[in-house]
């Protein structure tokens, strides 16, 4: 004789939502000692994978890159690694950066393991330096140590205050065994790693929770790999595995006076600046492997508005004939190049119709693909992260 078959009854839609509010509530019960735990991703704002706020780079199209929205860029409670090559711009961005965050009322630590911080040069850009923590730790374990303490103070004097945590950075930065030790190389294999991987694991806990964003600079060196991507970032796989964006930068060439865009003279004066490819070869919070060009200025930092035009031109948003250049701005309207971005800080209305096509061009909707994707098959970081991505998309 077969055996009846128990019933069991299916829980409603409603009856589920109440158990989980039930179950979060338990979770949540010891939350004055320990910090809160348990949330519901669709009705709690407060849960630690919202991004709230973004902190721009000093270039719109790679704030556009990383947030994939306008007034995007860093996002806080989170943490990016910007690498690249040397003189490549990786601290003027965390200049740029460290701007932002002062002009929307926060505060700025630097740790600069590499002396790499030009005060002059950051003041230019518009860092004010008496509003700066600048700090020079000699190890991995005191970087590490430093972070907590700010995060901490934080919590205690300013817990709403924003604050941004350069370092500057992972490659230029020993560990205490590496200072303890000997030259031998054998002595320091791995060590880099362990040490980075445990700040990791304790700075993830909190990092969500807060209202910071960290910003790790690396370098990009040699591989000794004979084929495929020449560079790698130093320090093991701990940063690129809890790093939420990840930022590489590569130079395209140097700049002169007198050089010319639509010739391809480089022109024969002095070198002004570098031009610049910043690659999202990562990233948690929009579509990864953006990329965008600017031009970094060794007078200014970034120049962000001629990389707009170039941006549109690519888009087709912007037309170029016989030495002018037209929109559908207005009737019969038209521009000479050099004059475009003069004519975005003379008319307020025109800026305004720029950035609207900007943001058109720039924000990729759900299920699309980027124009300005590119996984290069013969760089490593691009496609180990093409194979995280389709294994763990978020």
Known sequence: MAKKEIEVPIASE?????????????????????????????????????????????????????????????????????????????SLVCAHLARSVQQAGGIVAYLDTENAMHPEFATQLGVDL???????????????????????????????????????????????????????????????????????RKLTQVLGKERIALVFTNQLKTSMARYGDPFVTPGGKAIPYHASVRVRLTRRGNMKEGANKETGDLGEGDVIGVNTTAKVVKNRLGPPHRKCNFFISFANGIEDMPSWFERLHEAKMIEKSAGWCYMDYAKDFKFREKGFVQLLKEDPKFKAYIEKKLEETLTVKYGETPVDQEIDPESQMDVEQAVSDLIDPQ
């Open 14 to 90: 409603t009856d589920t939502v109440k158990l989980s509010k039930l179950l979060i509530k338990e979770l949540n019960k010891n939350e004055e000692k320990s910090g809160k735990m348990a949330w519901n991703l669709a009705t709690d704002l407060d849960n630690p994978t919202e991004v709230k706020e973004w902190i721009s780079t000093g270039s719109t199209l790679l704030d556009y890159c990383i947030s994939n929205r306008r007034g995007g860029g860093v996002p806080v409670g989170k943490l990016t690694e910007i690498s690249g090559e040397e003189a490549s711009g990786k």
């Open 130 to 200: 008496s509003k700066m923590i600048y700090v020079q730790p000699g190890t991995i374990e005191e970087v590490g140590e430093t972070i907590e303490k700010i995060i901490l103070m934080t919590r205690q004097k300013a817990k709403d205050k924003l604050v941004l945590i350069i370092w500057d950075s992972v490659a230029g930065t020993p560990s205490q065994s590496e200072i303890e030790g000997t030259y031998d190389p054998n002595e320091r294999v791995g060590v880099t790693a362990k040490a980075l991987a445990k700040m990791m």
